[in-house]
């Protein structure tokens, strides 16, 4: 949907037609219709015959928006407007959008834009005091937007400028010339750009569906995909040849879309997605996941050690056997390991031992020497190591890229399918961070209308995931994965702070800064990638912060939690929760899953576990008063659910 001059000026002149009682619209000239034609691709406009026009429904009321808001001085008259001006466009819808999620406040990156177009208003509520927000015109625009079902059809010259564009992300710049091509994939949601203004552009899903049948269709037709290609193709395919006239079959076999047995040919089966999504508007969640760099270092320790295992069988991946792995990491040749562990020095000692520590790290050579050398009192140095393993290998079962298992009654790591995969990435592009907006980059192209903002962007770009006007081999990867996956539960300290401060909406990332000292601006960045890449925030093109289903329950559950737990939950925790839930009965009354002390033992079978893990979880989700002496109580029900808001 994209509304420029003369898109906001042809509505009214065809509503003034409306007025003056004539039928239709009247266009004099062929060269006078590309906005019209947009207009009908938006189902703004409809055409009664060749350059004649009237309103739909919903064009109507916009038409009706337009003139309410210049009547109170909002915006200026259309005929004012420069000639490339975008009222609306996925950009200004996306910012809409974000804002209404977030009780209506739009925050500082993309209030400007909103103002500009009219759609922001200032409110003054009690203890919050007066704050901009949008305005009743920008959720009518946006009612419109999400009613207003566009139209899509393709003719042979635009197919063939979507067959050579890249499918992005990608700047915009990229985009190959093509006159109003742009605007017409627009009008009918084949593409997006990024909020606030247009620099990244992204192929919507429709819009990826789309290229991917032009990419192999028969162009021999003048139009060669619309509703009704679409609705044949459809009934040919599901319901066989004699649901479809002989007119329709000679269509299908001209463009390549079936076989003569009525099977889809690849142009087929894509087009039948196309049309799934147009047609049910139909998409999938934006989801993510995030790895760092200590993360992608222990996928390779459990390798090498499995490894090693086959020459000596007493050595498994155990936690102590990947602590002592990464002791003998030389630092000097593993630079890239330094930031991380130098944010867990700096979280553990305070920021103002950072000059320090950054001393320190030339000086040693050896994981083990800069840990020995800030916690020497008795063996915490290895305690901390030990902890730093510990959390990081919880982080890896939470993105389904290890399992631990019970081995020779000793808890071991097995690297699943996806963490292989993970791996094999690292060691063929380098060892390096995955941020959880730099996948975002690639699946927020997966919503209807929307393309990522130029930091998650560069963030794809940097990671290695975006690349060439497109997602490489990586970044389908990841993105892929980030649908694939089952997740499990957790959050470490830090990250529960950090949750805690986080109200349902209403909220930005900046604001959240002024609850902790400056200094920790970094460990938020670090926390608020991990709290979105587990699946319990969404951060907004707008930066605002919103709290998933998932989110509120994990909040909620944890509520009454110490802070001072390094890990209030865990996906061992978790597993041992459904094992107990599986042995357990549910009172509903008391909100409350009773556990016989008999069924303990099959509980500790269930979860894979060995007994010694096993009752160290427990322990843990005593503490985190998940659990109570033999029950799962309300708290952890809560996690279960949020287990299954999650998959």
């Known amino acids: ?353 950072k000059e320090e520590i950054k001393k320190k790290f030339s000086e040693v050579k050896t994981v083990e020497e800069l840990f020995k050398s800030f916690y020497e009192k008795g063996n915490e140095w290895y305690k901390k190591m030990y902890d730093i393993v510990q959390e990081s290998l919880y982080t890896l079962e939470a993105f389904n890229l290890v399992r631990a298992e019970e081995h020779e009654g000793k808890k071991v790591h097995y690297l699943t399918d996806y963490g292989k995969k993970v791996l094999e990435d690292m060691k063929k592009r380098g060892f390096r961070e995955i941020p959880a907006v730099a996948v975002k980059a690639i699946t927020i192209t997966n919503k209807e209308f929307a393309s990522p903002n130029v930091d998650w962007y560069n963030k794809g770009v940097n990671a290695l995931l975006i690349g060439g006007g497109a997602p490489t081999e990586a970044g389908k990867m990841y993105a892929d994965m980030a649908y694939e996956i089952r997740r499990l539960p957790h959050i470490t300290r830090f990250e529960l702070q950090v949750l805690h401060k986080l109200p349902e909406k209403g909220f930005f990332v900046k604001d959240l800064y002024q609850h902790f000292d400056e200094t920790w601006h970094e460990e938020i960045e670090y926390a608020l990638n991990k709290l979105e890449a587990r699946g319990y925030i969404d951060i907004l093109q707008n930066e605002a912060i919103i709290l998933t289903e998932a989110g509120k329950l994990i909040k909620r559950a944890l509520s009454g939690t110490p802070e001072g737990l390094a890990n209030p939950i865990t996906p061992l925790a978790v597993r041992v929760l459904e094992a107990l839930r599986k042995v357990g009965t549910l009172y509903v009354k008391e909100q409350k899953i009773r556990i016989l002390p008999k069924n303990i033992k099959e509980a500790i079978k269930l979860s894979g576990l060995d007994p010694e893990s096993f009752e160290r979880e427990m322990v843990i989700l005593r503490a985190s008063n998940l659990v109570g002496k033999n029950s799962i109580n309300e708290a952890g029900l809560l996690i279960l659910e949020a287990l299954e808001k999650l998959n």
């Open 1 to 353: 949907m994209v509304i420029r001059k003369e898109h906001a000026l042809a509505l009214l002149r065809v509503r003034e037609e409306e007025k003056n009682e004539a039928p239709t619209c009247q266009l004099f000239v062929k060269s006078e219709e590309p906005p019209y034609l947009e207009l009908e691709r938006m189902n703004l406009l409809r055409m009664v015959r060749p350059l004649e026009y009237s309103l739909t429904y919903w064009g109507r009321v916009l038409a009706n928006i337009i003139d309410e808001m210049v009547e109170k001085g909002l915006i200026p008259h259309p005929s004012k407007w420069d000639e490339d001006f975008r009222w609306l466009g996925s950009e200004v819808l996306m910012m809409i959008e974000t804002a209404i999620e977030n009780d209506d406040i739009p925050g500082p990156l993309t209030e400007g834009e909103l103002e500009k177009r009219g759609f922001i208003e200032e409110r003054k509520v009690e203890k919050k005091g007066v704050f901009k927000a949008v305005n009743q015109y920008a959720k009518d625009v946006y009612e419109v937007f999400k009613n207003a079902h566009p139209r899509l059809i393709i003719d042979r010259e635009l197919c063939e400028y979507i067959k050579k564009m890249p499918p992005g992300p990608a700047e915009s710049s990229m985009l190959p010339a093509g006159g109003r091509f742009p605007i017409l994939m627009g009008a009918m949601r084949l593409l997006a750009f990024s909020v606030p203004t247009s620099d990244i552009y992204a192929l919507t899903a429709l819009g990826k569906e789309i290229k991917a049948a032009c990419e192999t269709i028969a162009p021999t037709l003048e139009t060669v995909i619309s509703e009704d290609i679409m609705d044949s193709l459809e009934r040919a395919v599901y319901e066989g040849f004699d649901a479809v006239t002989d007119e329709e079959k000679e269509v299908l076999f001209e463009l390549a879309l079936i076989d003569d047995s009525g099977n889809p040919l690849p142009a087929g089966e894509h087009l039948l997605e196309a049309y799934r999504i147009w047609k049910e508007r139909s998409f999938k969640p934006v989801k993510s996941m995030n790895v760092e760099i200590v993360d992608a270092e222990l996928l390779r320790g459990i390798e090498e050690v499995w490894k090693h295992h086959e020459q000596d069988p007493s050595t498994l991946p155990t936690v102590d056997e990947l602590v002592h792995y990464l002791f003998y990491k030389p630092l000097k040749e593993y630079k890239h390991l330094l930031e991380h562990y130098g944010r867990r020095l700096y979280q553990d000692l305070g920021y103002q031992k």
